[in-house]
Structure formats: structure tokens, C-alpha cells
């Protein structure tokens, strides 16, 4: 068992228990997990990895074969919509919910755009058929010009306005004509995509991206927010601690909810931009938008944790983490507040493929939890996969720590 009764009675959860964790793993597939993240803890091989991948499916060269067999099939649930039914029925069996996500990055143009927000209906509308998809998630990027978005951005920035929405409704004014106008079709996407998902009972959750897009990102999300969160979430905005300037962006968001009388959805997470965020800002000599040191970034991120939690009244939070320490705080924060563990605004996440220690041991305690699960063709979802490399190479501990995991529980099968 997972749960263990401490002195006080309440129970305490450990996320060391590999029984639960790879429960629905077959030995064959613990054994290629094991391969996969011995290879990512090799910082070399990332990193010819993550330049050698894309330019190899550029230039067309046979690699999709080994991408798929490798690194796809612990990331990524398959590459179409269909094909992530298995995965998505197995996980259920263990109460593990899905945040379908799909995961088609960096395509540019009206048409993309146009059909990009067509397949993101499409998930929400089959989402709607599955008993355990409760949440799908969105990239702006997925239907509006990045370019587009850095201008508003900027133009934001350079706006003097008392909030926000009002630096964004400014800025819109300063657009050209063509550009307001392509700017009213990426509103327009926005908007159905917000309609069938309060049609369909489906939650979205936006994503956060690069800091110098954010701001429209933020701006458009708040006020779909002011407009369908009425006693309900259909959408959430992802709150990226690794910031500096996020903890406060999460207080202010609480108040304009509190204020306007809507519920504001926060998925909290650290942050996955964090060498390009800083690189850009050196190159380009302004101050680095991310925390001084992880210590920060997990200060902040805890700390937000316990601001929602102490406001739920208002606040509908995810806590989309592979953290121990936050995880267990969440929960510790929730046991302390006498609030049942599935309490209806408290949700956790990790990405497919990783930290199943922590998912599945929250699943058993019974928690609302899930895998955040993208789909795509192989060739489209790989800056996804190149991010998961880095993030599993990069970030010190995780990759020893899933190693370590899988080695104890492929000792204890006797394999
Ligand atoms: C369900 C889900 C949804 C997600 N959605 C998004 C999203 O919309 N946008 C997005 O950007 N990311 C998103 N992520 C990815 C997420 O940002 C990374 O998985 C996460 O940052 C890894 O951190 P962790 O919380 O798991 O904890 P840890 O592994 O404890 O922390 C690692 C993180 O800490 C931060 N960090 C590391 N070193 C330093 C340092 N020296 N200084 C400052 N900070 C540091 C970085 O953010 C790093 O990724 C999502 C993750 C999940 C699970």
C-alpha cells in the first residue's frame, strides 16, 4: 500500500512505492523506459539529438522509425486521436484521468490556424465521449501568428494601463487594420473553442509559452475566463513559476476573479523555456525574466500552492508538477484544511512518460490526478519530444531519480 497511517491518524503519502507505480508496465516496457532515460542522462547525446532530430525530418531522412520506437512511445500517446484510446483505457483502469493534448507545434499560416483550431474541437468533442478526459489543452500559437503575438506583446509592454485586459484592449487599438481584423479571427477561434467546451463539459487549459508572447496569451484567457467561468471552469491559464513576476501575476488574476465574480483556473507549473528565456535575454541585454535559482523557482511555486489552496472559494487549481516536495504539499495542505483529497477544485498532473511514482501513488490515495497526454504526427510533435529530452537531461535529479525507480522495481520483478 501506498498510504501508511502516521500518529495523528492521517494518511501519510509516499511516492516510493514502484508496485503502484509501474503496476500496468510490462517487464519488456520497463526495460526500454530504463534504456531511454540512461541514454538522457547523457547531456552529449541530447544535445546532438535535439539538433540532429529536426533536421533529419526535414531533410527527409529515414529517422521517424527510431523516433517512434524511442522516445515517442514513452512521450507521446500516439499519432492520431484514435490511437490514444489504449493508452487512455489503461490509465484509466488505475483512476488516472487524461489532459488530451494535441500536440502539433510550430505550424504557421490562416489554413494551419484554421485547422488547428478545428482538431482542437474535434478533441474536446471526443473528449466528451470518454469517461476519464476530463481536460484538454491549447497553444494560442496553435491558431494565431507567433509574430503576431510578440507585436501585441510589445506593444502591451510599451501601453501604460491599470490592468492587463486594459494594456490589451489598448494595444489592439494600435494594430493596423489587417492586423485587427486577423486579430478578431484568432478571438473568433478562441471563443468556439471555449463553446464546445462548455457545451461539452470539457476544461481547457491554455498553455504558457515564451514570455515575450505571453502577455496577449494572458489577456485573451482572462477574459474568456470573466466570460465562461461563472460558477464553473471551462478554462484554465498556466501560471509559470519559474518567473519572477508570476506569483504576483497569480494574486492579481485571484482579485480580478474575486472582483468580476468568476473562477480562475491555474494550472501551476515551473516553467519548460528556461535556457531559451535566458539566452534571449542576454543576447538581447534586458534582464532575465526567470528566478535567480531553482531555489526561487520552488519557493514561488510552493507558495502559490498555498495561496490557492487557502482560496478555493475562487481559485480552481492544478498542480502540474513532477516535484515530490509540491505534490506532497498539496496534499499535506489539504489533509491539514480537512478537505477531501478529490476535492472538485484541486487537481495534479505529470506528463505521459514520466514520474508514474507520483501519479499513480496519488491515484491510489485518491486523488484527482492525471497524465497530460499529447498526440500527433511524428514529425510535428517533435519539439515537444526535444523539450522532454532536455528537460530529463538538463534538470538535475529527475532523470536519477526515474533511473532509480525503474531499477528498484525491475529488481523487485526479479528481472
Ligand atoms: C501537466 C503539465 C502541463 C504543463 N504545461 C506547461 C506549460 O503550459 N508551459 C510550460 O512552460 N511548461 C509546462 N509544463 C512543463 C513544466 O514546465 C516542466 O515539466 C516543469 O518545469 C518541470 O518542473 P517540475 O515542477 O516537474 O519540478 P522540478 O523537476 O523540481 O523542477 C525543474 C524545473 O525547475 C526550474 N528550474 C530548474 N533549474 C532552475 C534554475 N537554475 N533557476 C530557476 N529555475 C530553475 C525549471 O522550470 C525546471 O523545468 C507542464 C508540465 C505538466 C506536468
Not at 350 to 371: P, R, W, Y
Request: aromatic share 8%.
Amino acid at each position: 500500500m501506498s498510504v501508511t497511517f502516521a500518529v495523528h491518524m492521517k494518511p501519510t503519502l509516499s511516492f516510493d512505492n514502484t508496485t503502484i507505480a509501474f503496476a500496468s508496465k510490462s517487464n519488456e516496457e520497463l526495460k526500454q523506459a530504463h534504456w531511454l532515460f540512461g541514454l538522457m542522462g547523457k547531456p552529449w547525446i541530447v544535445q546532438l539529438g535535439t539538433r540532429l532530430a529536426p533536421w533529419s525530418i526535414k531533410a527527409g531522412l529515414p529517422v521517424k522509425g527510431i523516433i517512434r520506437k524511442t522516445i515517442f512511445r514513452q512521450f507521446v500517446g500516439g499519432e492520431t486521436l484514435e490511437q490514444t484510446a489504449p493508452v487512455v483505457a489503461r490509465l484509466a483502469k488505475s483512476n488516472v484521468q487524461v489532459i488530451l493534448d494535441y500536440g502539433v507545434e510550430g505550424k504557421e499560416g490562416e489554413e494551419a490556424f484554421e485547422t488547428g483550431c478545428q482538431e482542437f474541437i474535434r478533441v474536446i468533442e471526443y473528449a466528451a465521449t470518454q469517461p476519464n478526459i476530463p481536460y484538454m489543452s491549447v497553444k494560442v500559437t496553435g491558431f494565431a501568428r507567433f509574430a503576431l503575438l510578440e507585436k501585441i506583446d510589445d506593444l502591451m509592454e510599451r501601453t501604460p494601463a491599470p490592468s492587463l485586459v486594459k494594456k490589451y484592449e489598448a494595444a489592439l487599438q494600435q494594430l493596423p487594420a489587417q492586423e485587427q481584423e486577423e486579430w478578431r479571427r484568432v478571438s473568433e477561434r478562441m471563443l468556439r473553442i471555449c463553446e464546445a467546451a462548455a457545451r461539452a463539459e470539457v476544461a481547457v487549459l491554455v498553455d504558457a509559452e515564451e514570455t515575450w508572447i505571453q502577455d496577449p496569451v494572458d489577456a485573451l484567457t482572462m477574459v474568456m475566463m470573466d466570460r465562461y467561468n461563472k460558477g464553473r471552469v471551462v478554462l484554465f491559464n498556466t501560471i509559470q513559476l519559474y518567473r519572477h513576476d508570476r506569483l504576483a501575476f497569480l494574486k492579481d488574476s485571484y482579485e480580478a476573479a474575486r472582483q468580476r465574480d468568476f473562477i480562475l483556473g491555474a494550472k501551476l507549473v515551473r516553467g519548460a523555456y528556461m535556457e531559451k528565456e535566458r539566452k534571449r535575454a542576454q543576447e538581447r541585454g534586458y534582464p532575465s525574466p526567470i528566478q535567480p535559482s531553482k531555489e526561487a523557482s520552488d519557493r514561488d511555486y510552493n507558495d502559490a500552492v498555498h495561496f490557492c489552496i487557502e482560496h478555493l472559494d475562487v481559485i480552481s487549481v492544478i498542480i502540474a508538477s513532477h516535484n515530490d516536495r509540491s505534490n506532497l504539499l498539496g496534499v499535506e495542505l489539504l489533509q491539514k484544511k480537512d478537505l477531501p483529497l478529490d476535492h472538485p477544485h484541486v487537481h495534479f498532473s505529470q506528463l505521459f512518460g514520466m514520474s508514474d511514482n507520483i501519479t499513480f501513488n496519488l491515484a491510489e490515495a485518491g486523488c484527482s490526478v492525471s497524465k497530460y497526454l499529447p498526440f500527433g504526427p511524428i514529425g510535428d510533435v517533435v519539439p515537444y519530444l526535444m523539450r522532454r529530452a532536455q528537460e530529463n537531461t538538463s534538470v538535475g535529479g529527475q532523470t536519477g531519480r526515474e533511473l532509480l525507480l525503474l531499477k528498484r522495481e525491475m529488481q523487485r520483478r526479479g528481472m
